[in-house]
């Protein structure tokens, strides 16, 4: 399942969340009533240190909604509201697991947090558009970071997999969503890849214990260029469009 689709899914949550709760305020009248036939009972029925009830309104000296406790539609939440009466943080739990969001002032700023047993646990960051700036996750695959532009765009992803046979990785992409560089580490070494602006490798550089190398590439992703190191000495090699050598320097000549 890819952070993506994660990703989008708390999103989802969000949305659903603060529908939940613009129902429940609906309903204020009602809860209220409620509460209050609770309370009276626990007043005659002393020896009862249990209350029940479906909603609970906690509201300040103005009479202002501060906090609502309720549970609904197989969803039990706590919202908390700032003096204005905007929802500012709020924690949740449904039949796929619990949520938590902090949202900022006068604005759709806010950290979402989730765990889920089909997408693992996650956490989003907006900015004050609403834009999701930041993506983490974490499956059984391994953990993610991602960091998008103003305008929603994947930037940079750093992953970091569980399996032995996909190393490390940080990724820097354009505007347009092309990589432009990767950087990669596996048990024999490092490696680093720069591509154009149509997304083709155009130099590589690997860091192996025996042999450091630089590659440059053509814009049709032929090699063209290698520098390598071995024991004995540099090894220079230029190549023609077709893959053979036409000049050598060092310990190939």
């Not at 949202?103 to 558009?129: C, W």
């Not at 190398?213 to 190549?239: I, M, Q, T, W, Y």
Request: with cysteine.
């Amino acid at each position: 399942m890819g952070i993506e689709e994660r990703l989008a899914y708390l999103e989802r949550e969000l949305a659903e969340h603060k529908a939940a709760l613009r129902r429940q305020r609906r309903g204020f009248g009602m809860g209220v009533l409620a509460v209050l036939g609770v309370l009276s009972m626990a007043a005659v029925h002393r020896a009862s240190h249990t209350v029940r009830a479906s909603e609970f309104i906690v509201v300040d000296d103005r009479g202002k909604e501060r906090a609502v406790l309720g549970g609904s539609s197989g969803r039990a939440s706590l919202t908390l509201f700032d003096e204005a009466g905007k929802d500012r943080a709020g924690i949740g739990v449904n039949k796929d697991g619990p949520m938590l969001y902090l949202d900022a002032v006068g604005g759709k700023s806010k950290i979402g947090l989730s765990v889920r047993p089909k997408y693992g646990p996650g956490m989003i960051v907006t900015d004050k558009k609403g834009t999701v700036r930041l993506g983490l996750g974490l499956t059984g695959e391994g953990s993610h970071v991602r960091l998008y532009d103003s305008g929603g765009k994947n930037r940079l992803s750093m992953v970091a997999p569980d399996a032995a046979a996909s190393p490390p990785a940080l990724t820097v992409c354009d505007e347009d969503g092309r990589t432009r560089c990767l950087l990669g580490s596996t048990p024999d070494g490092a490696g680093l890849v720069l591509s154009d602006s149509n997304g083709k490798a155009r130099v590589g550089l690997a860091a192996a214990l025996d042999s450091p190398r630089v590659v440059l590439f053509d814009e049709n992703g032929k090699d063209r260029a290698e520098l390598e190191s071995h024991r004995e000495g540099p090894d220079l090699s230029l190549f023609d469009e077709g893959g053979r050598i036409t000049w050598q320097s060092g310990k190939g000549q």
